[in-house]
Every structure is written in structure tokens, then in C-alpha cells.
């Protein structure tokens, strides 16, 4: 199985993930904030996509849907509980559905509480999950929609997949992230060697993703937060965070 995932930076610091699979010729949008850099992307490696996949409603990560869809007859799948709000999906899931590009198949998890539709997608053969704006390297979406609980039980379903799977999230926020990490948990070496490598891969202009979910449960204050109060009690502080 040859799956390859390739960053495209969109916007001021979103990732469009471009998955393609080469026994089958297709390749994935997951997230397209915007159409242009997808599309040149996957031109300059020869690719087309045939599929746009959403994990949640927010205009960076939908705005390049129309326009790709337009240049390439790609079928797009998001959230069926976001529907109203993502007016270009041609076909809607929840969790409990599955996906797929070529033979390998996508499970849809439902990780409600940065919006509250929103999907993850695992594809345990290929050991890849793509997260959007819930699981962060070393961090957790804000929320927007959802209450700590919500995203306390989001996080507790990711970090229960395979520890090697590679985490695909939706922004580029690991430095920030890993600055609070490590004040907040000052003990934890794992987060304070994951902030110097993401340091020194953005010093080189290099994307810090993806993480893996072992890595998280090493590193991630968040995934590591005791319970649904410590949970709100670090993410309100992460808010406020000035690293
Ligand atoms: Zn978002
Ligand atoms: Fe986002």
C-alpha cells in the first residue's frame, strides 16, 4: 500500500492535507481552506483530486470546496450535522460511516466540541488520522460550540487509536502550543524536547506535522488533563496564553 500525505500551507497558517493513492490514482483534499495552492499542488505532482473531505464548517477549511470541485469534478464529504452550514457536500457523514480512497477505507468519528459537528477520519491500514481543528500537536481546537466535556471525550477517542497512527491536524500552532505545554506540565521532558524540535523544523521553515497520537499522550496537555475540570481550567489559560 502506497499512501503518500503531503502538506499544502494555505492561508495564514492552515494546512490542506493532499492524499494520494497510487494503486487506485486518486487523491484526497482533506480541508481546502482554498482552491489554488490544492490545485497547483496536486497539478505539480501530476495528481487529481477525485475527493474533497471536510471535517468541520469553518471558512478555512471549506473556502476552496466550490472552486475544486469546478476544476476537477472532485465529490465532497463532510459532517452530516453541518450540512446546513456547508452548502457544496455532495454526500454527508457521522460516525459510524466509513469513507474511502481506492481500497482503503476511512473510519468517521464524530469529536464534537470546537464545532459541534465536527468529524475526525482514521484509516487504521494506513495508520493516518486526519483531526482538523480538534487534536492539535501539543494542543486542542478552542471552543467555539462545545463545552470542556465535549472536548475531553473527543480527545479520549483519539488518543485511544494506535499510538503510531501519524495525526494530520488543521493548523500550524505546535510552537505556541508547545510553549504552554511546558508551562503547564514543566516536568514532562517529552514536551520539552517536542517544543525544541518544532523550533528548530519551523527555524528551517519545515512544517512540525504530523505528530503521532503516542507522541500526544506523551506531550499534549490537553489529552493529558486528569478530568473535564482540568481540562477547561487549562484550556481557558491556554486562551489567555502569552508564550
Ligand atoms: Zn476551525
Ligand atoms: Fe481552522
Excluded at 469546478?70 to 446546513?84: S, V, W
Excluded at 452548502?87 to 464545532?115: F, K, N, P, Q
Excluded at 473527543?154 to 510552537?175: F, I, M
Amino acid at each position: 500500500m502506497a499512501i503518500e500525505v503531503v502538506p499544502v500551507a494555505a492561508l495564514s497558517d492552515n494546512y490542506i492535507w493532499l492524499m494520494h493513492d497510487d494503486a487506485s490514482g486518486e487523491t484526497v483534499v482533506v480541508d481546502p481552506g482554498e482552491a489554488a495552492p490544492a490545485l497547483d499542488a496536486a497539478k505539480a505532482r501530476g495528481w487529481t483530486i477525485t475527493q474533497v473531505w471536510n471535517t468541520h464548517w469553518h471558512g478555512d477549511h471549506v473556502g476552496g470546496n466550490a472552486a475544486i470541485r469546478e476544476a476537477t469534478g472532485a465529490r465532497i464529504t463532510g459532517p452530516a450535522a453541518e450540512a446546513d452550514r456547508i452548502a457544496t457536500l455532495d454526500r454527508t457523514v457521522a460516525e459510524g460511516d466509513t469513507v474511502a480512497i481506492g481500497g482503503i477505507e476511512g473510519h468517521v468519528l464524530h469529536v464534537g466540541a470546537h464545532t459541534a459537528g465536527h468529524i475526525a477520519i482514521h484509516l487504521p491500514q494506513a495508520e493516518i488520522a486526519f483531526t482538523g481543528d480538534t487534536l492539535f500537536a501539543m494542543g486542542c481546537g478552542r471552543l467555539f460550540e462545545g463545552t470542556p466535556a465535549d472536548m475531553h471525550s473527543a480527545l479520549a477517542k483519539l488518543a485511544a487509536l494506535p499510538e503510531a497512527t501519524r495525526v494530520y491536524c488543521g493548523h500550524e500552532y505546535t510552537v505556541s502550543n508547545g510553549r504552554y505545554a511546558v508551562a503547564v506540565e514543566p516536568g514532562n521532558a517529552a514536551a520539552r524536547a517536542a517544543l525544541a524540535e518544532a523550533e528548530r523544523k519551523r527555524g528551517e521553515g519545515l512544517p512540525t506535522l504530523p505528530t503521532t497520537i503516542g507522541a500526544e499522550r506523551a506531550t499534549n496537555p490537553f489529552v493529558r488533563a486528569g478530568n473535564v475540570a482540568e481540562l477547561a481550567e487549562r484550556r481557558a489559560a491556554k486562551d489567555a496564553f502569552k508564550g
